[in-house]
């Protein structure tokens, strides 16, 4: 390409979306199939950070017009995974593609483009590679089996997605994972389809070999067995040996080395390694079971291994998650404190996802780590896939009427509470009632749905104060009125046993109180003054919650004590978040507040011509995204002062 990057600077148009265009703004780093930059996508409905990857000039040559058919197919696939409302978020999501002319030794090569979303990955890091690396820098240890386990499901989802539209990936690899979240909202996202080939394909682009040696199954190298799931399998075993130990499978570095070593029935142990998670190393039954599994999984025969990741993933994930609960280690948590003790300096970057003015009216809001959200409005469900609103047309939610509240369930799902007292499950593949609290008189409108644990809900009935319920073990519990609440408007856990509810109580005052569902006990707290408190949110791993309301109202629980203030100006704050290092955001009209842990509240964007307020928050560290009741989004990407440690893979 040269010394000097010509794309640098250059806005390309997109051939696909009327009045779309994409500012290219630095270059990220070169692959073995393209080369990669930051961007900012331009539209009259916002802006946005994109990744652009544009394919090198001698793959295009030496394929000649293979390689733009291959790419150009690889799109078209990958584009029916965005097809799908909600899209599925295990997969980097492809934007927009196009081409751009190039002269290369007298000839002019059409070089494809794909525009593809930017992942922020916070301070652990933005690929699994680097957070593993911070897990053994940080703790001593790789990722406890608790969270391989959750990564283990969103990888086998995305690579079950991929395969389905027809696509083997053929380089999964920990620097291909990219990562946001944290916690039980981390999110992992297959990424760089570069070399990506439609199944049945033969191995190599134009003349080179493909794939990356350690993690590589043997017919990438070799022309014995034709390439399909089974390839992408024995790459994602090799993944879950590294995430469990943060070292390879395989130490090699060539393709003849890879061919060799795979031939070989020997295997490591996961237990060979000193950085294994302790929980795990003394479950020897789990640990043999696993070493077995991934033994299997990484045959140098295709047909011996697992037919798809679906069929790995069901049979290592009994054995990840034991009897180990589903909390973050205190390991993890340990290593943010030590962040936060560093005194993390960020700098903020503010950006209008979506300007104000629509005609939409959000009532309610649900999040996952990636930026996507699922919205209940006036007039039906709508879905934010990180540029633009669509309307959620999966089979059933057509159908769902007068839709009360939503909420994340897990990265791939999102349950819907309706009127009539249903709570159905939302996925790309569509809509499904879970269940129903046997007493017809009662609808949910609030929902924690662990329905591992301990899942609970506040309620509503007519003639009857507010209930708090609890369903666990497959039954729901005697209902638990609020007899001294008015009404409630928020509900967030504060640790193990502890759950917060808020909103308004009899005497019109803020009203507050701490629930022990599984001790069935209720008990008020004092609060700020003012009428309400709107909306709360917990760390169950820090045993802190934060509540919000009118008129400058804040209740903040750490550990036993509950501590009120009252913002200057006495702004009405509507909603709120904390993030994993235990920073408070909260927003109303114009307005966004922030509060370090035991630290004091300031205001850190604010917009006087900003008329609708906000309704709901995203908060991971340095990532916030805001959503007003018109649908307009406000986001906020901090990177550490001095240092770009954010820059995504």
């Not at 965005?82 to 934007?95: A, C, D, F, H, K």
């Not at 897990?135 to 690579?159: K, N, Q, Y």
């Not at 479950?283 to 798809?308: C, G, H, W, Y």
Request: hydrophobic share 45%; charged share 20%; aromatic share 8%.
């Amino acid at each position: 390409m040269g010394r000097r990057d010509p794309f640098i600077g250059e806005l390309v148009p997109s051939s696909l979306q009327a009045g779309v265009s994409y500012l290219i703004e630095s270059r990220l780093g070169e692959g073995g199939t393209a080369l990669a930059y930051r961007a900012r996508r331009r539209a009259a409905d916002g802006e946005a950070v994109v990744v652009i990857k544009v394919i090198l000039p001698h793959i295009v040559a030496e394929s000649d017009e293979q390689a733009l058919t291959i790419i150009k197919k690889e799109a078209v696939a990958l584009g029916r995974l965005n097809e799908r409302i909600p899209p599925t978020p295990n997969v980097v999501r492809l934007i927009d593609t196009g081409s751009l002319p190039w002269g290369w030794h007298g000839r002019t090569l059409e070089l494809p483009w794909l525009a593809l979303e930017y992942v922020h990955g916070g301070v652990e890091g933005s690929s699994l590679e680097k957070r593993v690396a911070y897990s053994v820098r940080h703790t001593g240890f790789a990722f406890d089996p608790i969270r391989v386990a959750r990564a283990l499901e969103s990888l086998a989802s995305g690579l079950s997605e991929i395969h389905a539209a027809g696509i083997v990936h053929r380089d999964i690899h920990p620097g291909n994972v990219l990562c946001c979240g944290a916690a039980e909202t981390e999110l992992y996202k297959i990424s760089d389809f570069g070399i990506a080939r439609p199944a049945g394909l033969a191995a190599t682009f134009g003349h080179a070999v493909v794939g990356t040696p350690g993690y590589a199954a043997p017919e990438q190298f070799m022309s014995k067995f034709a390439l399909g799931a089974h390839t992408d399998v024995f790459s994602l075993a090799c993944v879950i040996f590294f995430m469990l130990t943060g070292e390879s499978l395989f130490e090699i570095s060539s393709p003849a080395m890879a061919v060799v070593a795979v031939q070989s029935a020997e295997r490591r142990s996961v237990t060979s390694s000193p950085t294994l998670a302790f929980e795990l190393r003394e479950r020897t039954a789990a640990t043999q079971a696993i070493d077995m599994v991934l033994a299997r999984a990484t045959s140098f025969v295709p047909k011996e291994r697992p037919p798809n990741a679906r069929q790995l993933a069901d049979s290592l994930l009994p054995w990840l998650r034991g009897d180990s609960g589903s909390k973050p280690s205190e390991r993890w948590v340990g290593s943010l404190d030590e962040l936060h003790a560093r005194d993390l300096v960020l700098e903020a970057v503010w950006l209008v996802r979506h300007p104000p003015g629509g005609d939409r009216v959000v009532t309610d809001v649900a999040w996952n780590a990636g930026g996507q959200a699922l919205a209940a409005t006036t007039t039906g469900l709508e879905f934010w896939d990180g540029s633009t609103w669509a309307d959620v047309t999966a089979s059933g939610a057509a159908e769902i009427g007068g839709v009360r509240f939503v909420e994340r369930l897990d990265p791939t799902r999102w349950l819907i509470g309706t009127r009539d007292g249903q709570l159905c499950e939302l996925s790309h593949e569509g809509v499904r009632e879970l269940l129903r609290h046997p007493d017809p008189d009662i609808t949910v409108t609030h929902a924690l749905p662990d329905f591992d644990d301990v899942a609970v809900f506040i309620g509503e009935a007519p003639e009857r104060p507010p209930l708090v319920l609890t369903h666990i073990g497959r039954r729901w519990l005697k209902p638990l009125p609020a007899t001294d609440a008015a009404f409630l408007t928020g509900l967030t856990r504060i640790d193990d046993e502890r759950f917060l509810v808020v909103g308004r109580g009899k005497d019109d005052k803020s009203y507050a109180a701490i629930v022990k569902p599984l001790a069935w006990e209720l008990e008020r707290i004092p609060t700020p003054p003012g009428r309400v408190l709107l909306a709360c949110a917990g760390r169950p791993e820090r045993g802190i919650a934060v509540a919000v309301g009118v008129e400058g109202a804040v209740l903040t629980l750490e550990g036993e004590t509950p501590y009120a203030t009252t913002l200057p100006g006495l702004p009405d704050l509507a909603t709120v978040g904390l993030d994993p290092l235990g920073r408070a955001w909260a927003a109303g009209r114009g307005r966004v507040w922030s509060r370090r842990a035991g630290g004091e509240w300031s205001s850190v964007w604010e917009h006087p011509e900003w008329q609708p307020p906000f309704v709901g928050i995203m908060v991971e560290v340095g990532s916030v995204l805001a959503v007003a009741v018109d649908g307009a989004m406000l986001e906020c990407r901090a990177t550490p002062a001095g240092r770009p440690s954010f820059t995504p893979v």
